[in-house]
């Protein structure tokens, strides 16, 4: 009986130990979830001062819970407060002209779906009801096993005013084009009319001349 009695103790004691090395193995995985926690919070923080400060907007987006976070820029270069809309797909999407939702929204999709980065344009409109041209820039993380992303993460950037200057520049050239053709027909023209003109003044030459043989040829006779 005192054997089992000892045996029984003892067992407890592995059990026991055991179980303290699950706990502190189970405390040591929390401590480094919230290491790495801390470090992705200092990560998007150092991001979205570095995008603010050149007027940029971040988003991180959870794939696995459809989950959205949209930094403070990504609001106010829209002329929203940060926080004002919704943090989720939908309002990237209501956001955008009609005419590029078309194929933007599928597309992007698609990249985010097969893990490959990408940059596209498109517009997005303001608190105040303008367009502005937006370059998004993404790219997909965490990927399985399988290759399935869980997470992608991309910036928008602004471009509405280098749009515009690229614009101008070629409404620029394009009139400079117009007025080269209007000067070269001018010319053209120009050379014609003067190539008429000396026919018709070859002709005349070639008449006076004929007339001055006649009349020579007369006198010699």
């Known amino acids: 009986m005192k054997n089992l009695e000892n045996k029984t103790k003892e067992q407890l004691l592995i059990e026991l130990g055991k179980l303290n090395a699950k706990i502190v193995e189970l405390e040591k995985s929390k401590i480094e979830k919230k290491r790495i926690e801390e470090e992705c919070a200092k990560t998007r923080e150092r991001l979205e001062l570095a995008m603010n400060a050149g007027e940029h907007g971040f988003w991180d987006w959870n794939l696995d819970t459809n ?26 999407v209501d956001l955008m002209h009609p005419d590029d939702k078309k194929t933007i929204v599928p597309e992007v999709e698609n990249y985010v779906k097969n893990a490959q980065t990408y940059e596209v344009e498109f517009r997005l409109k303001t608190k105040d009801g303008n367009w502005r041209w937006i370059s998004g820039k993404g790219k997909s993380f965490e990927k399985d096993k399988d290759g399935v992303s869980h997470r992608a993460v991309g910036v928008h950037v602004d471009i509405t005013e280098r749009n515009q200057a690229e614009e101008e520049l070629k409404r620029h050239r394009d009139h400079l084009e117009d007025l080269v ?18 026919k018709v003044f070859v002709g005349r030459e070639l008449t006076i001349r004929d007339l001055q043989n006649r009349i020579k040829a007369l006198g010699g006779k």
């Open 67 to 92: 989950d959205i976070y949209f930094s403070p820029g990504y609001y106010t270069m829209l002329g929203y407060e940060p926080g004002e809309l919704p943090m989720r797909l939908e309002t990237w």
């Open 181 to 198: 053709k209007e000067r070269t027909r001018e010319v053209e023209e120009k050379n014609r009319k003067l190539s008429e003109q000396m």
